[in-house]
Every structure is written in C-alpha cells, then in structure tokens.
C-alpha cells in the first residue's frame, strides 16, 4: 500500500519546500495512524501535484512496472480523478495494434460456473490457469463493474471540484492485460455543507494555494471564518496569531460580536455563508493548547548563524503553535510569544496558551502539529532595504545658507 498526498501545490509555492516537508508529513502522518503508526513502514509515502507534474512521472512508472490491481481509495474532493488524468500508463500505438491482431483479453478476467454460481477467474483467459476467487470473499464481483476495452485513449474520469462526480468504480485496463487501475468514489466526510448556504457550498473547496494573511487577535478578540467558526483565545493577556490556510473570509472582531454573529443573534456587515437558523447549533467543538515549540523557527535573525547568533535558550521568550484543522476545508495556523518571566507551569511542566474553537455541533475541528505554511509562503520582504542609504542634504543644505548669508 502506497500513500499519496494529492494538491502539494497547495501547501507551498515551490517544488523544493514541499519536499523538505516530507519528514513531517512522514511524523503527522505516522501520529495519525494511532498505535499502529509505529509499526507501519511509511518509506512509500509520494508527495504530488497533478496541476504541477510534480513527482507524477515517477509513479506512473512505477505503476506501469508493478501491473495488477491499482485502487485509488480516498475521500471526496481530494483529486483522485485529476491525478489519474496524470499517472494513468496510457497503452502505446504498438501495443493496441498488437492487441488487435492477437486478440488478447483486455481485462484478464472471465467467468465460469462452479458449483451453479458464477466466480472470477483472474489470470490469460486460458482454462486451467490462474486463480479462483469466490465470490462470496471477493468484494469486487458485487460492487465493479466491467472493466472498458484497452485502448489508445481511454474514457477517463470526469474532473470536477463538485463532490461526487465518480459515482460509481471505474476500471482502465492497461498494458496489454498487464493490469488495470480502479478509480472508486470518493469516501464520504463530514458534513459541514449542510451548515452552508446552497450557492455558497462550493466555496469550502480549496481550488487553489491560499496567500496567507497574519490576523492579531488580542484579549477580548475573536477570529470568525465565514460565520461558520469561531477561534477565541482563553488564556488572560495572550495575543494570538492566526494565518488562515482556507478559502474563505477570514475576520477579527470583538468576542461579543463575535458571539452574536456566531450564533445568528445580531446581523452585522461581516461576509458570512453560514445558512439562516443554524446559530443555536454552534457548540464549543473543544480547548486546544498550542503545545509545540516553534521559538527557533519564528526567532529568525536572532538564532540565525549568519546573523546575532543566539541560542534557542538564551532568547527571554518562547514561541508556541498549533494547526486548527477544518475538515474538507483546510486549517489555521496559531501562534502565540510567551515572556519567559510571564510563563505559568503546573507540576512543574509548561502551561500552554488554550484557545477555545466553536463551530457546528461541534465538529468538523481537529488539531496536528504545525507545519509552520506561514514561514513557507509568506509575502516576500523587499530587498531595498539593504541597499546603500542615501545621504542627507540637510548638514549640506544649512552650510550652503551659511555661505551666502557671510
């Protein structure tokens, strides 16, 4: 089993910053995996972006080397069908000629009674050879379908960002008969549109990277996305940062406001797509501490070797972080500066900043390490800065007065 991270593109501008991410992609995903993540081999984790042909080329050739049964398994929306378009091993000229003049089987597959019931045969459709599987054990001879005719140009998928699209399984033969890929529908999720209204529900789909904008968010402040979730930090005299990773508005305002907004109490100005009647459904989804330790990559300049140079422990603050998750949407990066005079310790260990997460009944909000995306494509510092500054003409300017005064 192989796993793919489809839409790279959308966590960093650059080929090369995405696959620096692959340790932690490795580490968020071996923490996601629960207690069976230790001991699981996760060496063919592959990083792509069909939109950007990174890394596609290397496993459609893998896929053209391996035959047999490709399954692309994967939740809705998550570009299961676009990046077929892209790894798919399209049968060459010569092979579909000599597919038609040997008549070879496309699929490999025939059936043939046992025992008055029908069960696949998988292998050359030549009697005797291969192996038998039951039908009752072999989920696929209920729920797929014929597989197409092997071809030049196949009929593919249809690429849509609505939900939904491939409705059913579907099977492209490759190879001569070597294998076939099966696109299945994608995996249901959570149901977070439903709180949505209608002509605004496409707007959750994150079609393209997300510029990151810094929102300050200060005691007695809250950040509403979209009228749909709420952030509000609970720890007395702590500023927040938030840089939204999702496409849509973002926006901070009182807490109060924020509350009445949240909860469909007061109407106001602020963009919101939550659906009318759906405030009383906002509930506290849970307290999330920003408990990883970002100092030396926030610090910039002041731990840089080619700069001040100063260690991690001699800075007089400590930077913490967290990723907010919104399902099928995308997430919230959170940080916030702790003195270390003002640092508060329970038994002994660190207490962390907590920020209280509202949303629909609940759900849909979850947490993971941070990936720090802020740093990665954050708007570029000019340069202009560094140049030469211009010299001042008014020591100049007054001698020259002087001169003409004598």
């Known amino acids: 089993m192989s796993f793919i991270i489809t839409r790279s593109d959308l966590l960093a501008p650059q080929k090369e910053q995405v696959d620096k991410l692959m340790p932690y992609l490795v580490q968020v995903l071996r923490r996601a995996l629960g207690s069976v993540g230790k001991d699981v081999r996760l060496g063919n984790v592959h990083c792509v972006s069909a939109k950007r042909g990174w890394w596609t080329a290397h496993i459609k050739e893998e896929i053209r080397e391996r035959g047999g049964g490709i399954w692309l398994v994967g939740k809705v929306n998550v570009g299961k069908s676009n990046l077929l378009e892209c790894i798919f091993p399209k049968t060459g000229a010569e092979e579909c000629a000599k597919i038609s003049q040997t008549g070879i089987k496309t699929s490999n597959i025939h059936f043939h009674e046992t025992h008055g019931r029908s069960a696949r045969h998988w292998g050359p459709s030549t009697a005797g050879q291969g192996q038998i599987f039951d039908p009752q054990r072999a989920i696929g001879d209920v729920l797929l379908p014929p597989p197409q005719p092997e071809k030049r140009f196949p009929t593919m998928p249809t690429v849509s960002h609505l939900p939904g699209t491939t409705a059913s399984p579907i099977r492209i033969p490759f190879g001569g008969g070597k294998g076939e890929v099966i696109d299945l529908p994608g995996l249901a999720r959570g149901s977070l549109e439903e709180y949505v209204v209608e ?135 959170l940080t916030a500066q702790v003195r ?67």
Not at 221 to 226: F, K, T
Not at 230 to 244: D, E, K, Q
Request: proline content about 7%; hydrophobic content about 40%; aromatic content about 6%.
């Open 199 to 333: 002509q605004r529900r496409s707007d959750l789909v994150m079609r393209q990277r997300v510029k990151p904008v810094q929102h300050v968010i200060k005691p007695g402040q809250s950040l509403l996305i979209s009228g749909l979730v709420r952030i509000t930090s609970s720890t007395p005299g702590t500023t927040v940062l938030a840089y939204p990773f999702v496409p849509l508005n973002a926006h901070v305002t009182s807490t109060e406001k924020a509350i009445a907004i949240n909860t469909q109490t007061h109407s106001s100005g602020v963009p919101t797509i939550a659906r009318p009647g759906i405030g009383h459904k906002m509930a506290l989804a849970g307290s999330f501490q920003l408990q990883w330790d970002v100092t030396k990559q926030r610090a910039g300049p002041l731990t840089s070797s080619s700069a001040v140079g100063l260690s991690v422990q001699a800075l007089p603050f400590v930077v913490f972080s967290v990723d907010i998750l919104i399902e099928g949407c995308g997430w919230v990066e």
């Open 340 to 406: 270390l005079k003002d640092m508060e310790y329970t038994g002994g260990a660190r207490k962390f900043p907590v920020v209280d997460i509202w949303s629909p009944n609940g759900d849909y909000i979850a947490h993971r390490q941070p990936m720090n995306g802020w740093l990665l494509g954050k708007p570029k510092v000019s340069a202009a800065g560094s140049a030469r500054p211009r010299r001042s003409m008014k020591g100049i300017k007054r001698n020259q007065k002087l001169a003409r005064g004598k």
